[in-house]
């Protein structure tokens, strides 16, 4: 069964950092492109970034551009997103999701986990 | 950035009716890369219909997308019990890619 477990979550200052993980197991972690997506309180969704199969292509929202930072490592079966310079807006409910294929481009994300609460509060 | 705008935003409808959701893009979406989320408090998003039309693996027949270039749309023909909920739109092929700000179905 394909699961996906995202870790990594809490309060931190307005200004702080933050490192989501998210571990997945059964499937081939490298043959997929990866997503975070989070969900603001009271909000809908929002795509925060992408990363191909093998890390060679990112992507990022307008809102985290030169903030946050997806990585993979596909020997451990992990996604990660370095969060820096967090601001209030930030503050959200991060889910990863698997995408179809092997881009995070062109591609439906058809499996998410759970999600973490990221807070950003002085 | 394409905007995605769903209507309406609010549903109100009985089980077994038949429903009809719509998304619009303020650019064409190439190659119909669209897709359709259901999305239940404290749960997971679910991918219902990816690529405009297609159901995702697991996904019953009675949940059927539609549409092209800027217009889509989402067709519940029988509403169940289990599908109040709300549902997104998105679009995966221009970078950033957009959700649109959901419709929810609720019971009337």
């Known amino acids: 069964e394909v699961h996906l477990v995202e870790s990594g979550g809490g309060v931190v200052r307005p200004g702080g950092s933050l490192r989501l993980s998210c571990v997945v197991s059964?499937?081939?972690?490298?043959?997929?492109?990866m997503s975070w997506v989070r969900q603001a309180p009271g909000k809908g969704l929002e795509w925060v970034s992408g990363?191909?199969?093998?890390?060679?292509?990112?992507g990022y929202a307008d809102s985290v551009k030169g903030r946050f930072t997806v990585s993979r490592d596909n020997a451990k079966n992990s996604l990660y997103v370095q969060m820096n310079s967090l601001r209030a807006e930030d503050t959200a409910f991060y889910f990863c999701?698997?995408?179809?294929?092997?881009?995070?481009?062109?591609?439906?994300?058809?499996?998410w986990g759970q999600g973490t609460t990221v807070t950003v509060s002085s | 950035e394409i905007v995605l705008t769903q209507s309406p935003g609010t549903l109100s409808m009985s089980p077994g009716d038949r429903v009809t959701l719509s998304c619009r893009a303020s650019?064409?979406?190439?190659?119909?890369?669209l897709a359709w989320y259901q999305h239940k408090p404290g749960q997971a998003p679910r991918l219902l219909i990816y690529?405009?039309?297609r159901r995702a693996t697991g996904i019953p027949d009675r949940f059927s997308g539609s549409g092209s270039g800027t217009d889509f749309t989402l067709t519940i023909s029988r509403l169940e019990p289990e599908d109040f909920a709300v549902y997104y739109c998105?679009?995966?092929?221009?970078?950033?890619?957009?959700f649109g700000p959901g419709t929810k179905v609720d019971i009337e």
């Open positions: 999701a698997r995408v179809r294929g092997p881009d995070y481009s062109y591609y439906a994300m058809d499996v």
């Open positions: 059964g499937f081939t972690f490298e043959e997929y492109g």
């Open positions: 990363i191909s199969w093998n890390g060679g292509s990112t």
């Open positions: 650019q064409i979406v190439i190659n119909s890369y």
């Open positions: 690529d405009a039309s």
């Open positions: 998105q679009q995966y092929g221009n970078s950033p890619f957009t």
